[in-house]
């Protein structure tokens, strides 16, 4: 049945009216998880209703039955006179709409309708399987805390107050999809955000006509951004880091959370952005900075690793003497530009390989890939041993990026590099650097902003603080 559209609309005050309304648009019959009870408190006949699993089992029975003790001469006069005076809980409010009711329900809240009260009681008395707050295994840390995001979106927003004190911190709930009505909350610190950029975010949320954000922050990506989908480069960033997340607010972005996500994702990102990691802060600003040069320099090397020596390969002369070690000892049975493709496409069959396989499995399995895929293909003459060398330190060196976005977008990149370069020699290598450096810097983030500020525009002193890891007080008096 559709709630929207039929004509009862608020509760009428009549229990039985109520009821089978109730009863008719939740199915309990079919449903056995959604729970009814008829009690009478006050002398009124009164229904609880909870979904089992969601609600807390005692203290719904504690609530139910300090409300059975009341007596007819104690019963208020309405639904928020009991709500005020006779409800000893903390979260608890008054609904009069069936679709409030029913979706707050669902969500997982306990409602109590009392015969001649248009209101019902609504106590946020919920409670979701959840598993524990430990490290999350894509962004460990070398040192720092040891705690991650969960499914569970109350969790998360406590890990966040935690660690930011202050009444400027803002969580504010929104809600997506017409069937799921998926739990969003937008933090930010409202003295810091930009109001406009918030506004526009907050907008695009509300505005969202979808039936349910099957694949969380990812479904809410793709609805709140959905221009030059063709660029790979990231428009978003994604931790599962409580402590990155809280970076992140102070530094004026806002932060969204998405109910059954434990990723945390953050707007506006710019390229700067997406290769910053914790360990970059929890270490010494000397050493910080080494890890963030490095984690450059190294995400530069596997985008034009394979294509520059697929270029000075089919350039012999080009190579000096001092250099000619890297030239092939053998010729290759099979074009090395078909070599690349293919053990580009095997990396990525390993990864997926890797996902499903038991735990069990994944030592002999790994070692049997290893054999296989290593000494046996260059003896068989599939593959050159320089190739595999160059795709093992690719495959290896992607790893040193949190993000698998920015992974695949320089993988892509790398992939139409080498086939400009095999096709047109050295002005395809350098149209392919060219369509590179295109989609980094013609690109823009979700407020539509350079994706590679603050290089264009340039702000010395910000983009400073992006390169070199400054010490924390001195950043801080930047920002004042």
Same mark, same amino acid.
């Given at each position: 049945?559709?709630?929207?559209?039929?004509?009862?609309?608020?509760?009428?005050?009549?229990?039985?009216?109520?009821?089978?309304? %109730?009863?008719?648009?939740?199915?309990?019959?079919?449903?056995?998880?959604?729970?009814?009870?008829?009690?009478?408190?006050?002398?009124?006949?009164?229904?609880?209703?909870?979904?089992?699993?969601?609600?807390?089992?005692?203290?719904?029975?504690?609530?139910?039955?300090?409300?059975?003790?009341?007596?007819?001469?104690?019963?208020?006069?309405?639904?928020?006179?009991?709500?005020?005076?006779?409800?000893?809980?903390?979260?608890?409010?008054?609904?009069?709409?069936?679709?409030? %009711?029913?979706?707050?329900?669902?969500?997982?809240?306990?409602? %109590?309708?009392?015969?001649?009260?248009?209101?019902?009681?609504?106590?946020?008395?919920?409670?979701?399987?959840?598993?524990?707050?430990?490290?999350?295994?894509?962004?460990?840390?070398?040192?720092?805390?040891?705690?991650?995001?969960?499914?569970?979106? =109350?969790?998360?927003?406590?890990?966040?107050?935690?660690?930011?004190?202050?009444?400027?911190?803002?969580?504010?709930?929104?809600?997506?999809?017409?069937?799921?009505?998926?739990?969003?909350?937008?933090?930010?610190?409202?003295?810091?955000?930009?109001?406009?950029?918030?506004?526009?975010?907050?907008?695009?949320?509300?505005?969202?006509?979808?039936?349910?954000?099957?694949?969380?922050?990812?479904?809410?990506?793709?609805?709140?951004?959905?221009?030059?989908?063709?660029?790979?480069?990231?428009?978003?960033?994604?931790?599962?880091?409580?402590?990155?997340?809280?970076?992140?607010?102070?530094?004026?972005?806002?932060?969204?959370?998405?109910?059954?996500?434990?990723?945390?994702?953050?707007?506006?990102?710019?390229?700067?952005?997406?290769?910053?990691?914790?360990?970059?802060?929890?270490?010494?600003?000397?050493?910080?900075?080494?890890?963030?040069?490095?984690?450059?320099?190294?995400?530069?090397?596997?985008?034009?690793?394979?294509?520059?020596?697929?270029?000075?390969?089919?350039?012999?002369?080009?190579?000096?003497?001092?250099?000619?070690?890297?030239?092939?000892?053998?010729?290759?049975?099979?074009?090395?530009?078909?070599?690349?493709?293919?053990?580009?496409?095997?990396?990525?069959?390993?990864?997926?390989?890797? =996902?499903?396989?038991?735990?069990?499995?994944?030592?002999?399995?790994?070692?049997?890939?290893?054999? =296989?895929?290593?000494?046996?293909?260059?003896?068989?003459?599939?593959?050159?041993?320089?190739?595999?060398?160059?795709?093992?330190?690719?495959?290896?060196?992607?790893?040193?990026?949190?993000?698998?976005?920015?992974?695949?977008?320089?993988?892509?990149?790398?992939?139409?590099? %080498?086939?400009?370069?095999?096709?047109?020699?050295?002005?395809?290598?350098?149209?392919?650097?060219?369509?590179?450096?295109?989609?980094?810097?013609?690109?823009?983030? =979700?407020?539509?902003?350079?994706?590679?500020?603050?290089?264009?525009?340039?702000?010395?002193?910000?983009?400073?603080?992006?390169?070199?890891?400054?010490?924390?007080?001195?950043?801080?008096?930047?920002?004042?």
């Amino acid at each position: 049945m559709d709630i929207n559209t039929d004509k009862k609309y608020f509760l009428s005050g009549s229990l039985q009216e109520d009821m089978d309304y %109730l009863n008719q648009v939740l199915d309990v019959k079919a449903n056995f998880d959604v729970i009814y009870r008829v009690v009478h408190i006050g002398g009124r006949e009164a229904c609880m209703y909870l979904v089992d699993g969601f609600c807390k089992d005692d203290l719904a029975q504690k609530l139910l039955q300090y409300f059975m003790d009341l007596t007819p001469d104690k019963m208020p006069e309405d639904m928020h006179m009991l709500s005020k005076e006779f409800t000893p809980y903390v979260e608890v409010d008054i609904e009069d709409k069936y679709e409030t %009711l029913i979706t707050s329900l669902l969500s997982g809240m306990f409602l %109590l309708l009392i015969d001649g009260y248009p209101k019902a009681l609504v106590i946020d008395s919920r409670t979701y399987p959840s598993r524990g707050v430990a490290e999350p295994e894509k962004d460990k840390v070398l040192r720092g805390s040891k705690d991650g995001f969960v499914e569970t979106l =109350v969790s998360n927003t406590a890990l966040i107050r935690r660690r930011i004190r202050s009444a400027d911190l803002h969580m504010e709930m929104l809600s997506a999809g017409e069937s799921s009505h998926t739990d969003i909350v937008l933090c930010y610190m409202n003295g810091r955000v930009d109001q406009d950029f918030l506004k526009e975010v907050r907008g695009k949320i509300q505005a969202i006509k979808v039936d349910s954000l099957t694949m969380n922050q990812e479904s809410l990506a793709e609805c709140l951004y959905q221009r030059r989908w063709y660029n790979p480069f990231p428009k978003f960033k994604y931790t599962e880091r409580p402590d990155a997340a809280a970076a992140q607010i102070l530094e004026g972005n806002i932060v969204i959370l998405v109910d059954n996500s434990p990723s945390a994702m953050i707007l506006p990102t710019t390229i700067f952005d997406v290769v910053e990691e914790a360990d970059d802060y929890y270490f010494p600003p000397i050493t910080g900075t080494y890890l963030r040069i490095t984690r450059f320099l190294i995400a530069l090397f596997t985008y034009i690793m394979t294509p520059t020596f697929l270029l000075l390969i089919n350039h012999a002369e080009w190579v000096p003497e001092s250099f000619s070690f890297i030239l092939l000892k053998e010729d290759p049975n099979i074009p090395l530009i078909w070599q690349f493709l293919i053990l580009e496409l095997a990396i990525d069959g390993l990864k997926l390989a890797a =996902v499903n396989t038991p735990n069990m499995l994944s030592t002999p399995l790994s070692v049997m890939a290893a054999l =296989v895929l290593g000494e046996f293909s260059v003896n068989s003459g599939w593959f050159s041993s320089e190739v595999m060398l160059y795709m093992a330190f690719v495959a290896i060196a992607n790893y040193t990026q949190a993000n698998y976005e920015l992974g695949y977008a320089l993988k892509f990149l790398r992939i139409i590099n %080498l086939l400009l370069t095999q096709w047109f020699g050295l002005w395809g290598y350098i149209a392919g650097i060219a369509i590179a450096l295109l989609s980094i810097c013609c690109n823009r983030t =979700v407020s539509r902003r350079s994706y590679i500020y603050p290089l264009i525009p340039l702000d010395c002193q910000k983009l400073k603080s992006r390169l070199i890891r400054t010490r924390l007080p001195g950043a801080f008096k930047g920002k004042e």
